[in-house]
């Protein structure tokens, strides 16, 4: 079994920036590919980012492409997400997911509870 726990959204300007972080504990995030993933209000929970157990490959949604970073440290059993230039269709409950393969679909094994974003215009 993997908890994870998000962290680090909150409220900020259009064009600001935040890093969200997604603590893992139970068994070591490097045996796992991570993903994450939003859900706007009213809207389906949709892919955005997704990285590799050691992550050497990432994938990303193309509305966040060039603005959001996916990484991960390993040895600290934490990933990341990196949202620059933020808009304000960014607003959602950001969730980061564990599983066995990089996926856009949501066949991920362990997920965390979100973290709220909200983007101001």
């Known amino acids: 079994q993997v908890q994870l726990v998000e962290s680090g959204g909150g409220l900020v300007q259009a064009g600001g920036s935040l890093r969200l972080s997604c603590a893992a504990s139970?068994?070591?995030?490097?045996?796992?590919?991570m993903g994450w993933f939003r859900q706007a209000p009213g809207k389906e929970r949709e892919f955005v980012a997704t990285?590799?157990?050691?992550?050497?490959?990432?994938q990303y949604v193309d509305s966040v492409k060039g603005r959001f970073t996916i990484s991960r440290d390993n040895a600290k059993n934490t990933g990341y997400l990196q949202m620059n230039s933020l808009k304000p269709e960014d607003t959602a409950v950001y969730y980061c997911?564990?599983?066995?393969?990089?996926?856009?679909?949501?066949?991920?094994?362990?997920w965390g509870q979100g973290t709220q974003v909200a983007v101001s215009s």
């Open positions: 997911a564990a599983g066995m393969y990089i996926s856009r679909t949501q066949d991920y094994l362990y």
């Open positions: 139970g068994r070591t995030l490097s045996s796992y590919a």
């Open positions: 990285i590799s157990r050691a992550g050497a490959v990432t």
